[in-house]
């Protein structure tokens, strides 16, 4: 029994709860998990997978169930048994390493990863130096990072290293991102660069997947309205992080994250009368809707969906899995 929750014969306080639109898993993580629960039918378990497949315990957790075996490397993988690579891309040793030993291996990087792994090594190829806009040790900067020879990328994450960054030797320059990043600041970070370096291409919108700007976008309306904002998604969960601080540079009075509904401290619903309810991308929804279920629990709830776009990409699995 809940002893937090009202007793029935108590009148509700009413609360409006704001949904975003779009929320939740994008099409690189549902291919991700699609993997997983494929290669698990298909090859029985275990399958292994090096590192979290997308940043979520509860995904995780439910993918050990089936049958999943996270390790952090390759060599705690055995000879005989398939291994998936995470949705955040690996370093070029990795695949090689798996082919060495003749390993069956699934590449689960999104392919939107993959666009900037391509777009990196063709600046390589052309003498340039990259810099790379992202956070140390996120997986999918080690994995860009990795595509190319030591010294050929340069690691940006703040304004002040957009500041001081100093170009190696007379190389000429180009730039990537890597997927998750708030917008705004990856902005404002390329704007010192340009501002220093010309030469750097104009940023585009899209150098920032299209399910994180998605959010964000989704998110700062979301945030026009709240006094209160809930994201569902976990704290190693880059593109979660950024939604809490958008939603907080859009306005909303507060903002928190979330694993699930049993983390939400029910003292910062006091004084509160809209809540805003979104996913990061790697959150599935049933974490959502308990959420909501929980705000119904405890207060006379009029749920409203804000308007937007329906996202309708879909990426495409593995042949050795389809055939």
Request: hydrophobic letters at 40%.
């Amino acid at each position: 029994m809940d002893l937090m929750a009202p007793s029935p014969a108590v009148a509700l306080r009413p609360l409006t709860v704001r949904m975003a639109t779009p929320r939740g898993f994008c099409a690189g993580v549902d291919r991700a998990i699609q993997i997983v629960e494929r290669a698990i039918a298909k090859f029985g378990a275990p399958v292994y997978v090096r590192h979290e497949i997308v940043h979520n315990k509860h995904v995780v957790d439910r993918l050990k169930a089936l049958g999943a075996v996270f390790v952090k490397e390759l060599d705690e993988c055995p000879d005989d048994r398939p291994v998936v690579f995470s949705a955040h891309g690996v370093p070029k040793s990795v695949p090689a390493t798996a082919r060495a030993r003749e390993l069956l291996f699934l590449d689960a990087t999104c392919p939107l990863v993959s666009k900037v792994h391509v777009e990196a090594e063709r600046h390589h190829a052309n003498g340039r130096h990259i810099i790379l806009i992202g956070h140390a040790g996120h997986p999918e900067v080690v994995g860009t990072m990795g595509q190319l020879p030591d010294g050929a990328i340069s690691l940006v994450e703040t304004v002040e290293d957009a500041e001081t960054f100093q170009r190696p030797g007379e190389q000429p320059l180009a730039y990537a991102t890597q997927t998750t990043l708030s917008l705004d600041d990856t902005s404002e970070i390329l704007r010192v660069l340009k501002g220093r370096f010309p030469e750097l291409p104009d940023p585009h919108k899209e150098d920032i997947c299209y399910a994180t700007t998605n959010r964000q976008d989704a998110v700062k309306k979301l945030a026009d309205g709240s006094d209160l904002v809930l994201v569902v998604g976990s704290k190693n969960s880059s593109n979660s992080v950024r939604l809490v601080e958008v939603a907080l540079r859009a306005g909303a009075a507060d903002a928190r994250l979330i694993d699930d509904a049993s983390h939400i401290d029910w003292g910062w619903l006091e004084g509160v009368s809209t809540v805003g309810v979104t996913a990061g991308a790697s959150a599935p929804e049933p974490l959502v809707q308990a959420v909501v279920e929980a705000l119904r629990q405890r207060f006379d709830v009029t749920l409203a969906d804000d308007p937007g776009e329906p996202e309708t990409v879909t990426f495409k699995l593995p042949r050795a899995l389809t055939g």
